[in-house]
């Protein structure tokens, strides 16, 4: 199967993980695609194919002849695509030799270069693009496509030699759970790649540190007519306590390796109200800083009021991959030579988020990301270039060479 029709075919299926779901996966209808991955799997003659209870699915690539003892390496992808936006009934756009200009995705709106300065980099690409009323879900089946279709070329070429190779798929990594349940040691693999990167050339083997964050808040209602010095608005100690925080340390103030909070939802009334945030940063000792400025203001809100009107929940998510990744740097040496032999220019960064492997590297298994050619993840503005997925096949294919030497 072609990787457009194979990426084409992955993004009808609506694969959105829900983070309000008490199960795993958090969304049956995931299982569908992971389901229809088994059965491509073995139809391309991969050994060991299953899917666990979990809904994790894994394969084998097995090894050239006289490469059994070269290490074994995994490729992984999640098949869920992000709550923000749906990712039902996709109707994929498909733009040849793209000239560079704006691009219309339906009557009302438009993806304009002024609003995406990265489209000129894409100019006499084949563009996939949404209609403008569902995100694309080349985050992350961009990513399945290019392993499934490596995969299979790797079966149908017996000439090129390569080590044993496992291959994984997961659900959930859009709500934080993708790993929460892998079988690192079933796995086997000595070293990982995640194919969940963005744009052609990305490599990157550090992350952001994450903590969750809940606040609480018990006010007291009372008429308004009669509040002077009795009412405590929880919506206001909600507010009061966000202002507290650096605003220079707000994602839209922030880039590179700089670390923010993000007030993600805000919702309550008078008597009671509650706000979520997520805290990021790269390095370790500013994130655990930035948790400490939040509980501090939590103290301050509670001596005010003088009793414990605001409660905090808080809770580490994952961390910078890099710890584990730095000792071996032969997993990314071997991924920048692998680029250069497909005529893809390396761009080292961070990631100003998360993967899958940043939490697999701290299981025993570093696992860098590279790039899967998707831009513009998780809402209607999504795209991929298929030229740019034509070379995430490619590094694939010169990883499985490049380790059996």
Same mark, same amino acid.
């Given at each position: 199967?072609?990787?457009?029709?194979?990426?084409?075919?992955?993004?009808?299926?609506?694969?959105?993980?829900?983070?309000?779901?008490?199960?795993?996966?958090?969304?049956?209808?995931?299982?569908? @695609?992971?389901?229809?991955?088994?059965?491509?799997?073995?139809?391309?003659?991969?050994?060991?194919?299953?899917?666990?209870?979990?809904?994790?699915?894994?394969?084998?690539?097995?090894?050239?002849?006289?490469?059994?003892?070269?290490?074994?390496?995994?490729?992984?992808?999640?098949?869920?695509?992000?709550?923000?936006?749906?990712?039902?009934?996709?109707?994929?756009?498909?733009?040849?030799?793209?000239?560079?200009?704006?691009?219309?995705?339906?009557?009302?709106?438009?993806?304009?270069?002024?609003?995406?300065?990265?489209?000129?980099?894409?100019?006499?690409?084949?563009?996939?693009?949404?209609?403008?009323?569902?995100?694309?879900?080349?985050?992350?089946?961009?990513?399945?496509?290019?392993?499934?279709?490596?995969?299979?070329?790797?079966?149908?070429?017996?000439?090129?030699?390569?080590?044993?190779?496992?291959?994984?798929?997961?659900?959930?990594?859009?709500?934080?759970?993708?790993?929460?349940?892998?079988?690192?040691?079933?796995?086997?693999?000595?070293?990982?790649?995640?194919?969940?990167?963005?744009?052609?050339?990305?490599?990157?083997?550090?992350?952001?540190?994450?903590?969750?964050?809940?606040?609480?808040?018990?006010?007291?209602?009372?008429?308004?007519?009669?509040?002077?010095?009795?009412?405590?608005?929880?919506?206001?100690?909600?507010?009061?306590?966000?202002?507290?925080?650096?605003?220079?340390?707000?994602?839209?103030?922030?880039?590179?390796?700089?670390?923010?909070? @993000?007030?993600?939802?805000?919702?309550?009334?008078?008597?009671?109200?509650?706000?979520?945030?997520?805290?990021?940063?790269?390095?370790?000792?500013?994130?655990?800083?930035?948790?400490?400025?939040?509980?501090?203001?939590?103290?301050?809100?509670?001596?005010?009021?003088?009793?414990?009107?605001?409660?905090?929940?808080?809770?580490?998510?994952?961390?910078?991959?890099?710890?584990?990744?730095?000792?071996?740097?032969?997993?990314?040496?071997?991924?920048?030579?692998?680029?250069?032999?497909?005529?893809?220019?390396?761009?080292?960064?961070?990631?100003?988020?998360?993967?899958?492997?940043?939490?697999?590297?701290?299981?025993?298994?570093?696992?860098?990301?590279?790039?899967?050619?998707?831009?513009?993840?998780?809402?209607?503005?999504?795209?991929?270039?298929?030229?740019?997925?034509?070379?995430?096949?490619?590094?694939?294919?010169?990883?499985?060479?490049?380790?059996?030497?």
């Amino acid at each position: 199967m072609e990787l457009k029709e194979r990426f084409l075919k992955y993004v009808s299926f609506d694969t959105q993980s829900d983070e309000s779901s008490e199960s795993f996966p958090s969304t049956d209808k995931q299982l569908v @695609l992971l389901k229809h991955l088994v059965e491509e799997m073995k139809s391309i003659g991969l050994t060991e194919v299953e899917m666990d209870k979990h809904g994790y699915v894994m394969g084998t690539i097995p090894a050239s002849k006289g490469c059994e003892n070269a290490p074994v390496i995994g490729f992984i992808s999640h098949v869920d695509t992000a709550p923000d936006m749906s990712g039902k009934d996709v109707k994929p756009q498909i733009i040849d030799n793209y000239d560079g200009k704006d691009i219309k995705l339906n009557d009302e709106l438009m993806m304009t270069v002024e609003d995406f300065p990265e489209l000129s980099f894409f100019k006499g690409h084949t563009l996939i693009t949404t209609d403008g009323t569902t995100l694309l879900g080349a985050d992350d089946k961009a990513g399945v496509a290019e392993i499934m279709t490596a995969a299979e070329y790797l079966m149908s070429h017996p000439e090129i030699k390569h080590g044993k190779i496992r291959i994984g798929f997961t659900p959930d990594e859009e709500i934080g759970r993708g790993v929460d349940y892998f079988d690192v040691e079933k796995f086997g693999a000595k070293f990982g790649y995640t194919m969940d990167g963005g744009l052609e050339g990305e490599l990157e083997y550090e992350n952001f540190n994450a903590a969750s964050a809940k606040l609480f808040v018990q006010g007291r209602n009372i008429h308004p007519g009669s509040a002077k010095g009795k009412m405590i608005n929880a919506l206001q100690v909600i507010c009061d306590l966000h202002q507290m925080l650096p605003v220079n340390m707000r994602p839209e103030y922030t880039s590179d390796y700089e670390g923010f909070y @993000l007030l993600i939802s805000m919702e309550g009334a008078v008597e009671s109200a509650k706000s979520a945030y997520i805290i990021r940063d790269h390095d370790r000792d500013l994130f655990e800083e930035k948790k400490v400025i939040l509980q501090a203001a939590v103290d301050f809100m509670n001596k005010k009021y003088g009793s414990d009107i605001v409660k905090l929940e808080m809770k580490d998510q994952y961390y910078n991959m890099s710890q584990m990744v730095k000792p071996h740097p032969e997993v990314i040496n071997k991924a920048i030579e692998a680029m250069k032999m497909a005529d893809v220019k390396p761009k080292i960064q961070p990631i100003r988020g998360g993967t899958d492997g940043a939490r697999l590297s701290y299981m025993g298994l570093p696992c860098p990301n590279i790039f899967a050619g998707g831009m513009n993840f998780h809402g209607k503005f999504e795209y991929t270039s298929l030229d740019s997925m034509h070379k995430a096949v490619q590094v694939i294919i010169n990883l499985a060479k490049l380790w059996a030497e």
